[in-house]
C-alpha cells in the first residue's frame, strides 16, 4: 500500500457525490472517501485490479513478466497534484484470471479532480487503463463511503499489522479489492464504512443492508440491526452471505439511520458461477 500527499487548494466548493468506480475490460479502478476532520480534508482510498492478462503476451508464458504502474492526480483545471509510479512482476504461481491488487492513498480539500491509472508492459507496450472523476467532501458528512471487501477480519492482540494485500482502517484489517468476487468457494461480502460524530453525545439507530441486482431489483434485505455511536464517531463493519445469489453484477446498500436521519451508502460486486482466481501484489517495487 502507498500513501500519497496531495496538498490541494480548491477554489469551488462542491457537493458531494457518490463512492467512484470505472471500470473497462482491462482495468478496475475504485476509490473511497473517508473524512478527516482534524484538517477538513478527504481521504481518499483508490483500489486498483490489474489482471494479468492484459499486461503478457498470450502466445507466450506470463510468469517473470515486468510492468510499470503509473497512478496520477490532477484538480479540475488539469494541473497534476502528484505522479506515482512503482514496477510489479508477475508471479510463476499466478492462475488464469489472476490479477494485482494495489492500493494507492492521498489527501484532497474540496474540489474535484480526475485519478489516473495506468499499468503497462515496458517490453511489449501492452497496457491496461482506467479513469474516474472524484471530488472532495465540501462539509461534514454523516457517514464515508462505503468499502466492500472479501474479507475483514479485527484487530487483536498478536494480529495488529496488515499482511500483503490488506490495509488497516481503524479497528479492522481489510483484504482489498476493487471489485469484490464472491463465488460458489467464498460466499462472503464484507463491508466498512465510517460514520461520524453528529454531536456530543452517543447516538443510537439503526443499519439495514440490502443487495440489488443490474436491473435495480432488491433481491436480499437484512432485518436492521441496532447500532450505537459515541460522540466521536465509529468504524461500521460487518458481513453477509450472499450464498445462493445467481452469477452476476450486484450493488450492496448499507443504510444507517441515527439521529433522525438516514444515510444510505452503494458499492459494486460481482458473484462469479466458477472459481474465483485473484492473486494480491505482493511484489511490487516502490
Sequence with gaps: MRFLLAAVLAAASLARSEPSLQLDDRLALRAVRFYRADHRTTRVTAFLEIPYAALVDPAGGGAGTGYQVTVRVADSTGAVLHTESWTGTVPSSAQAGAAAVETVEFLVASGRYRLDAVARNPLTGREARATLELEGFDRPPAVSDLLLSPGIRLVSAGDTVPQPGELRRGGALVTAAAVPRLGPAHTTAHYLLEMYATGNHEEVGNITVSVRDSTGTTTLRWRPVPVRVPSGGSTLHG???????????????????????TNERGAELVVDGGSVAQVKSVNSER
Design 239 to 261: 458481513h453477509v452471505s450472499l450464498a445462493g445469489l445467481k452469477p452476476g453484477r450486484y450493488t450492496l446498500l448499507v443504510s444507517v439511520a441515527v439521529a433522525g436521519q
